[in-house]
């Protein structure tokens, strides 16, 4: 009986040491220098707003005025004259993670789309080049932006694709900022066209913004939303075929969002970590001292002869 007891001491000793001394108990979260460190986001964050409305058949703005990456100033319209679908995007060069993941991932698709294939039985081989069979446009959320950064960043994802693409794709994406340095007026008003919402977080001076490639038609219609940082080269051919005849298509991926680091939501999150951890110890010394009077009493029960 004494061995027992000694062991189902240990025991009790053992939890409440983990409960207390633990970094992950009850899911208190890493340290925050742990690769594995994902702060908790409170309820009231400003920017769990953060997502797309998705507006099929909605059509942009076509006399939104923008800088390209070279100084030019341009409409909207003007970039989508002609028979070429588009491909649009919302990053900033200082992204600190999504806008380059979201773009790596766009570099690495586009070799694939300008291998010739049968999109049908019977079709002939074709090719989607960019600048070729289908444009992107990426707009800057950033309102500060200068054009000189602008161009860096657009370089440096052209520069990703095969020597002999990187021309044709340098007609066929541009980069835009706004027409005048500071008023984000064209901005918001091209991402509320197409439900993109976007808000700035003053204390860490970034956007957070979600991941979304939206196919416009010839005309500036919403066709289709592809959502994620990796892109499948046949959903990428089919979103740009509908987008050229102007047909809407259901929405594909996981929307992912920046996340950015919320000091009041994790004090939150360790206040709760903290009720747990005295909430659980309170549980232990319970079962402990129950333990105790429990073996008391058999004591008191046993033959006064009993050893």
């Known amino acids: ?56 058949g909605a059509v942009v703005p076509l006399d939104a ?9 341009v409409t909207l319209g003007d970039l989508l004259k002609g028979d070429l679908p588009t491909i649009l995007t919302f990053n900033y060069s ?23 294939t ?68 064209a901005i918001r008003r091209v991402a509320e066209s197409v439900g993109f919402r976007y808000v700035y977080i003053e204390e860490r001076a970034e956007w957070a913004h979600p991941a979304a490639l939206i196919f416009l038609s010839t005309r500036g219609i919403v066709t289709r939303y592809i959502y ?13 075929v509908k987008a050229g005849v102007a047909e809407a298509a259901t929405a594909v991926g996981f929307m992912n969002r920046c996340y950015h680091f919320d000091p009041a939501a994790t004090s939150h999150a360790r206040a709760g970590v903290l009720a747990l951890r005295l909430g659980a110890v309170g549980f232990l010394v319970l079962l402990v001292s129950g333990f105790g009077v429990f073996h008391v009493m058999r004591r008191n029960r046993r033959d006064p002869g009993e050893s």
């Open 118 to 185: 049968t999109l049908k039985e019977g079709d002939k081989q074709v090719a989607f080049k960019l600048g070729t069979q289908f444009r992107l446009i990426t707009i800057d959320l950033e309102p500060m932006e200068s054009t000189e950064k602008l161009a860096k960043m657009r370089e440096r994802y052209i520069k990703k694709l095969p020597e002999a693409q990187q021309d044709a794709a340098r007609k066929g994406w541009t980069f835009l900022a706004a027409a005048t340095p500071g008023d984000g007026a």
């Open 228 to 240: 994620g940082i990796e892109f499948d080269a046949a959903v990428m051919r089919e979103s740009i």
């Open 65 to 73: 005025t923008f800088r390209t990456q070279d100084g030019a100033r």
């Open 94 to 116: 200082d992204c600190p993670m999504l806008c380059s993941l979201q773009l790596n991932g766009l570099s690495a698709a586009l070799p694939a789309l300008a291998v010739p």
């Open 1 to 56: 009986m004494a061995r027992s007891a000694h062991i189902v001491r240990s025991i009790a000793v053992a939890a409440i040491a983990t409960v207390l001394g633990s970094g992950t108990a009850f899911g208190e979260p890493l340290a925050v220098d742990s690769p594995e460190f994902v702060p908790p986001v409170h309820p009231m964050y400003k920017a769990n707003g953060v997502t797309v409305d998705e507006k099929l």
